[in-house]
């Protein structure tokens, strides 16, 4: 379903570094024109979920985002066209 979708792992990841890496790589997306993109935090304490959450409501880039269906581990992003 997602095999064409740029992705982030964050697996093993800080916070903080977490919060730049998502920034950097909705910023890379928007210049490449990708418009979905995957967040892979994992599920773990949820501490990276709740700051990529955290960080891409925030974003005014970002028209929604919401947890994928099949796996619970990966927030699904849509990046406002504007």
């Given at each position: 379903?997602?095999n064409?979708i740029?992705?982030?792992?964050?697996h093993?990841?800080t916070?903080?570094?977490?919060?730049?890496?998502?920034n950097e790589?909705?910023?890379?997306n928007?210049?490449?024109?990708n418009?979905?993109?995957?967040?892979?935090h994992g599920?773990?304490?949820?501490?990276?979920?709740?700051?990529?959450?955290?960080v891409?409501?925030?974003?005014a880039?970002?028209?929604?985002f919401?947890?994928?269906f099949?796996?619970?581990?990966?927030?699904v992003?849509?990046?406002?066209k504007r």
């Amino acid at each position: 379903m997602f095999n064409n979708i740029p992705k982030l792992d964050l697996h093993g990841e800080t916070r903080d570094t977490a919060r730049i890496l998502i920034n950097e790589f909705i910023s890379d997306n928007i210049k490449l024109g990708n418009y979905k993109v995957l967040i892979i935090h994992g599920i773990g304490t949820g501490i990276i979920k709740k700051e990529t959450h955290n960080v891409l409501r925030k974003d005014a880039r970002i028209k929604k985002f919401y947890i994928d269906f099949f796996n619970i581990g990966c927030t699904v992003v849509e990046i406002d066209k504007r």
